[in-house]
């Protein structure tokens, strides 16, 4: 609950202009009521109305996307970017390509993203972009005709020094691919202007592994510092089944976990033995398919549809929850069902997959809580050393950039916790912490640079 003054007041006529996008709501509420504490010992926040500043974006586009399908009919979606701040570094986020995608859930990703980018300490601002359209069922060619018809608006918004997209749902190496060949060919230019590109043109090993090892690696860190523990046998529960989740669950048992769930929007499976990776990778990232196909392969692991009201991932009993995702998929009674089966840590690979009141209530039963713009900042820091690579023109190894991830994770773990003693916070609310330290970096470079 918000209780101060100004941030009372900044909240409401945040909601008063945002009526109809609740995603973009709660994940402001959810920052202001940790920035509280901020305003609190930092008067100048309100002086300069910083709150109200970092809230606005900078600036906000929709377009038109025409396209045409294999039978040649026309299509129209909707496309989208946000850039959100640029204090600290040129605009970096994802693009997602799925039937949800609206103003609201753009913008959400835009804040979070800010005070993530903000996080891995490298000099990256806040962006996220996308369109309505869904890739599942689509052609190679279709894909590539609407990535190149998005291409064709968003290039004019964009640039090596101004921009740089990335994947993100329903966006993955395919996709990119797609649209940096035509902003290359539009431009003439061969520059690092998206991550997450292919190896054979500028892209950086471990890209496609990042997020979900460097929440692993998150997790694990916070395990260590906070329980003195680790993954070792301890049983994960992961939900998703894409990019994020997939490199969870490699890097999960690398580290000695036994993961026994995975999930797309249809269903779960569930393996006591453990997860096969080789089988999931064989299913989602060769054959395009869907996770039940998973209970044909292996025997004796189970798959349950998921349906209103049936049993979802999070009521099987776990120590480690990693939500992998999309946003809301844990809610209040999945938090319960946690706690009550004794889960000591959940930390996000998705954006936001929390709500609100599930997050306050895993905090208050003790169970540590590291929020998505920590736990899954591995994707855009190694989005931010591709940029690095690309500007050096040079390739660094697997393992250099593997290191780099795991010091990055780490030390977003530290910076978090650090804060937290410094405003004596609990230790396992690792929320309060992250919102503070990701905005004061934005804050004190918005000072700096004057009014805008
Ligand atoms: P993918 O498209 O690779 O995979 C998304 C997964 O989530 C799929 O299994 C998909 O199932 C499932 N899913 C998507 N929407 C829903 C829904 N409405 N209900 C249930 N399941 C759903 O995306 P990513 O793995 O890249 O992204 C997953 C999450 O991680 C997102 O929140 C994203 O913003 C976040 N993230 C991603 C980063 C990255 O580097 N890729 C970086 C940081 C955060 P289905 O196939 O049935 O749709």
């Known amino acids: 609950m918000i209780t101060n003054e100004y941030v009372k007041r900044v909240f409401e006529d945040f909601c008063k202009i945002n009526t109809g996008k609740p995603e973009y709501i709660q994940a402001c509420q959810e920052i202001l009521e940790s920035l509280e504490l901020a305003v609190e010992k930092n008067p100048s926040i309100e002086k300069n109305h910083l709150l109200e500043r970092f809230l606005e974006p900078e600036r906000f586009v929709h377009f038109r996307v025409a396209w045409l399908d294999d039978n040649n009919e026309i299509h129209v979606n909707r496309g989208y970017r946000v850039q959100y701040n640029s ?28 005070l993530k980018n903000s996080l891995t300490t490298l000099p990256m601002g806040g962006a996220k972009g996308g369109s309505d359209f869904d890739p599942k069922g689509k052609s190679d060619n279709e894909i590539m005709r ?23 749902i329903g966006v993955g190496g395919r996709e990119v691919g797609y649209m940096f060949g035509q902003y290359k060919r539009i431009r003439d230019e061969f520059t690092g202007v998206l991550t997450g590109k292919g190896l054979s043109f500028g892209g950086s090993l471990v890209r496609k592994e990042a997020t979900g090892y460097g929440l692993c690696y998150f997790t694990d860190k916070a395990l260590d510092v906070l329980k003195h523990d680790s993954f070792t046998g301890k ?76 049993p979802k991932v999070w009521s099987v009993p776990c120590d480690i929850a990693l939500p992998c995702a999309t946003q809301n998929e844990l809610d209040l009674n999945d938090a319960v069902e946690l706690v009550k089966n004794k889960v000591t840590i959940v930390c996000e690979g998705a954006n936001m997959p929390t709500t609100l009141e599930a997050a306050h209530y895993l905090i208050d039963n003790g169970v540590i809580y590291g929020p998505g713009k920590a736990a899954n900042a591995g994707g855009v820091a190694t989005s931010g050393l591709e940029m690095s690579q690309n500007s050096y023109r040079l390739s660094w190894t697997f393992e250099d950039v593997d290191l780099k991830l795991k010091n990055i994770m780490e030390n977003i773990f530290d910076n978090i916790h650090s804060t ?7 230790e396992n609310d690792l929320l309060t912490g992250a919102n503070i330290a990701g905005f004061d970096k934005i804050a004190s470079a918005m000072l700096a640079q004057g009014l805008f």
């Open 87 to 114: 204090a600290i570094g040129p605009y970096k986020g994802g693009i997602r390509f799925h039937p949800s995608v609206n103003e609201s859930i753009i913008k959400f990703l835009g804040l979070e993203q800010c």
């Open 146 to 168: 609407f990535c190149q018809a998005f291409m064709t608006e968003l290039y004019r918004h964009i640039g090596p020094n101004t921009d740089v997209p990335a994947g993100d």
């Open 235 to 310: 049983t994960v529960v992961i939900s998703g089944s894409g990019n994020v989740a997939i490199y969870a669950l490699e890097k999960a048992i690398q580290l000695g976990g036994k993961v026994v769930t995975m999930s797309d929007s249809n269903g779960w499976i569930y393996d006591s033995n453990g997860v096969n990776i080789e089988v999931v990778k064989q299913i989602k990232e060769v054959e395009r398919g869907r996770i039940k196909e998973y209970i044909n392969r292996v025997p004796g692991a189970k798959y349950y549809e998921t349906k209103p009201g049936a």
């Open 420 to 426: 937290n003693k410094k405003y004596e916070l609990k």
